[in-house]
């Protein structure tokens, strides 16, 4: 403790106490996420410049404080707690954002937010994908570390797939640049990849230039409801086999519906209460939205129980509010949720939703699911209420049981989430020892101090919502 107050009395001294705030308030606020867990820092520094971070870190690791990186604090996973205490670098002072028209290129700062990007590029006719659900609120630097996905993953790809070139610091303070602005670059190991999904663990990213794409010229949503959940995915991959690849194709399970609907305090078919949906949007030329048009609405008229397609934009919105709506809604159920946002692959789609529904049964919980169908993202949310003994004990039983049963379907732990703290337990179902081992020796080579983001995602931790899973699962894929 000794060591860390003389490290920031350094750090004040050096970057002033404008930009180094030891105030109660300013670390509470640092001290945890969207995941709720709590760890109080020794300080925290809000850079002006870029710069100032390099100064940070080459203090950091001459004193050995353990340093984390956070934006809006919006992961559901710890991996912007400070678990080890140290310093917390906010980046949100750093949201400069600089279109190049031109080229279809973004030049960002990593304090800049999605939504914000989104709306400068579209200004200029661009189109940057990625839509996280906050995407008002989360940074392209948290997009970036847990490489975000979004609703258009499936047809245009994730953070990692617009990342051009990428600058920062490596945990030594080390100012570094990974590509240029250019369409090619293949000049050396690709380190930009390795940051991408690092959870700032491998240096910190200060800014990055983004790939656009062009608007798409129309748009066209059609909202399809379905007996079961087996019949709904079912008649999702008969249309992916006609070749149709929507820009968003989005699934609600029959409790995520029940719980839109109260909350919107409207039926999303009149007659089909609680019935599980399917949300479709096609984007792209005039010509290839009106003839992927005419394949969808056979589809729906073949699969679906009943379908209803927006006439404008603004019913276009009225259609997405049941999907806006049912992640908030879902704790009419428990105060509780393990929010887990796996993978599975198409083709295991029906046996995973049997799974569910059986994991459903055998915990006595309830387990809303929605996600992503053209890319197999699946947030399964299962609900407990956090004073039962009996329910919390549930809900750790459920999330193993769910973690070893998708990666036995050759699916991910997660999709967009990351591991942070809260899924440490589940990385070595995922990887093999020599996996984790190779990855252990990335960090080591690039922070061998262990000062950035330490305690997240090798060593299964105690934390209030696995107290004791954390300690008891040992590596068994096969």
């Not at 949300?279 to 939205?289: K, T």
């Not at 019913?315 to 949720?337: I, N, Y």
């Amino acid at each position: 403790m000794a060591q860390f107050i003389q490290a920031t009395q350094a750090l004040r001294r050096k970057l002033g106490a404008g930009i180094v705030s030891i105030e109660k308030a300013a670390l509470y606020a640092a001290s945890f996420d969207s995941s709720k867990i709590s760890f109080l820092p020794e300080a925290v520094i809000l850079p002006r410049k870029e710069a100032d971070i390099g100064v940070a870190l080459a203090l950091a690791n001459k004193y050995g404080v353990p340093v984390t990186t956070r934006g809006r604090g919006t992961t559901l996973m710890g991996s912007a707690a400070p678990v080890q205490g140290g310093w917390v670098i906010d980046m949100l002072r750093l949201k400069r954002i600089a279109i190049d028209g031109d080229a279809g290129m973004a030049h960002v700062q990593a304090g800049a937010t999605n939504a914000s990007i989104q709306r400068a590029a579209e200004a200029q006719g661009w189109f940057y994908p990625p839509d996280p659900s906050s995407r008002e609120f989360c940074t392209i630097g948290g997009n970036i570390a847990c490489n975000a996905g979004g609703m258009h993953g499936g047809k245009y790809g994730v953070t990692r797939d617009f990342i051009v070139a990428l600058r920062g610091f490596l945990p030594t303070g080390e100012y570094v640049e990974w590509g240029t602005a250019t369409k090619k670059f293949s000049a050396g190991y690709n380190l930009r990849d390795l940051w991408i999904g690092s959870e700032g663990m491998l240096g910190v990213v200060t800014g990055a230039v983004l790939k656009l794409i062009p608007q798409p010229a129309a748009r066209w949503t059609l909202l399809t409801s379905f007996r079961d959940e087996k019949q709904a995915l079912e008649a999702a991959l008969a249309l992916f086999r006609q070749r149709v690849q929507p820009a968003i194709c989005e699934f609600l399970d029959r409790e995520s519906v029940v719980c839109a609907e109260r909350a919107t305090k409207t039926t999303v078919f009149p007659g089909q209460a609680g019935r599980p949906v399917i949300l479709l949007e096609l984007a792209g030329g005039a010509a290839e939205v009106r003839e992927q048009k005419a394949v969808v609405l056979a589809w729906a008229k073949a699969h679906a129980l009943a379908f209803r397609a927006a006439k404008d934009r603004a019913e276009a919105e009225q259609l997405w509010a049941v999907r806006r709506k049912c992640s908030g809604a879902m704790f009419e159920l428990g105060d509780a949720k393990l929010n887990e946002d796996i993978v599975v692959p198409m083709k295991n789609y029906v046996k995973f939703i049997t799974f569910l529904a059986g994991l459903k049964r055998s915990s006595g919980l309830p387990i809303p699911t929605f996600g992503h169908l053209a890319d197999g993202n699946l947030h399964v949310n299962i609900m407990y209420h956090r004073a039962d003994k009996a329910e919390s004990r549930a809900a750790e039983h459920a999330v193993e049981k769910l973690m070893r049963t998708v990666v036995s379907l050759g699916g991910a732990i997660s999709g967009e989430h990351g591991i942070g703290l809260a899924k440490t337990p589940f990385l070595r179902i995922q990887h093999r020892p020599a996996q984790v081992k190779a990855m252990q020796a990335v960090k080591q080579a690039l922070d061998p101090r262990g000062i950035l983001n330490p305690g997240k995602m090798f060593e299964p931790v105690r934390i209030w919502k696995f107290p004791k899973l954390a300690i008891h699962l040992p590596w068994d894929h096969k």
